[in-house]
């Protein structure tokens, strides 16, 4: 019994310790729908609709392209119109599976389900310059 | 053996409508924050700047839900001292069924469905908004049923 544990210890830890140490590969185009909550209008959520009006319920298809990454650190773009492509930063976390990020009016938080597969939400508050106030979740897969 | 399958088909078909089934978080939950606050705003009033020294404050707050689609959802929040001051707020449900995240006019929240009337609220607030204050804040709120 002793030494079945031991196996197994000696086994599982470098697998944990190598999994918590290396960040895994992003780069690439990712994309998938979005539900979202919108308080007012912003250019992906296009309208007349100020921040006092009731809020919105939209599905838009969002596109995320991890152009580079540094270890755990990435960038990139993001859009919901090619037109218009909005740069973001992000870190995987220690546990390489969160991650967190900004654009620049709003924030991300992500976490990898799958080496394919990232669930996704953004929030934005009403200090931006559209001044309207988001929040969205959705799943992105790696199209390339 | 055959029982032990079963039972782990069981298992995973539970685990998935768990995570299909998104929760009903309309309503009004009630909880304290405890606060670190830089400066003063309508929630942390006070003659106190961003510069000068951080307080520790511990305020009562209420979150009212009036609306949800699916795992986007809608509503207000204030501080129990005065609710005539009431923020707007918009959240979304992550897809693991209990990780909220969400933004007012000047801050971002996230939360954690801890039970189903109990949530983790944490709050941030930068800098950058009207009131020039710099806020963290987390603390444990109940649905009143």
């Not at chain 2, 106190?48 to 404050?57: H, I, K, W």
Request: with cysteine; hydrophobic share 40%; charged share 20%.
């Amino acid at each position: 019994m002793r030494s079945a544990v031991m196996l197994v210890l000696a086994a599982g830890l470098p697998a944990g310790a190598l999994a918590q140490d290396s960040a895994p590969n992003l780069v690439g185009t990712w994309s998938g729908p979005f539900k979202t909550v919108i308080f007012g209008h912003n250019p992906h959520h296009p309208g007349s609709e100020t921040v006092s009006n009731p809020p919105r319920i939209r599905e838009i298809e969002f596109t995320m392209h991890f152009e580079g990454q540094d270890g755990n650190l990435l960038w990139g773009h993001s859009w919901s119109d090619p037109a218009r492509k909005e740069p973001f930063a992000a870190t995987i976390n220690a546990d390489g599976k969160t991650i967190v990020g900004a654009d620049t009016d709003g924030s991300l938080t992500m976490s990898i389900a799958a080496p394919d597969r990232i669930d996704i939400c953004y929030t934005h508050t009403g200090l931006g310059p559209s001044q309207s106030i988001v929040a969205s979740c959705g799943v992105i897969e790696r199209q390339d | 053996m055959r029982i032990a399958v079963a039972g782990l088909l069981c298992g995973l078909a539970t685990a998935a409508i768990a995570q299909d089934a998104v929760p009903d978080l309309k309503g009004t939950w009630i909880g304290t924050s405890k606060a670190v606050v830089f400066g003063n705003n309508a929630f942390h009033p006070g003659t106190d700047t961003p510069s000068g020294p951080p307080r520790v404050r511990e305020v009562e707050f209420t979150m009212e839900i009036t609306g949800q689609d699916g795992r986007v959802f809608w509503g207000q929040a204030w501080s129990n001292a005065d609710p005539s001051i009431r923020e707007t707020l918009a959240l979304a449900l992550a897809a693991d069924g209990r990780t909220i995240v969400g933004a007012d006019s000047d801050g971002a929240h996230y939360m954690t469905l801890v039970s189903p009337d109990r949530i983790e609220r944490c709050y941030a607030n930068p800098g950058t908004s009207p009131s020039g204050s710099i806020v963290a804040a987390c603390g444990f709120y109940e649905r009143m049923r």
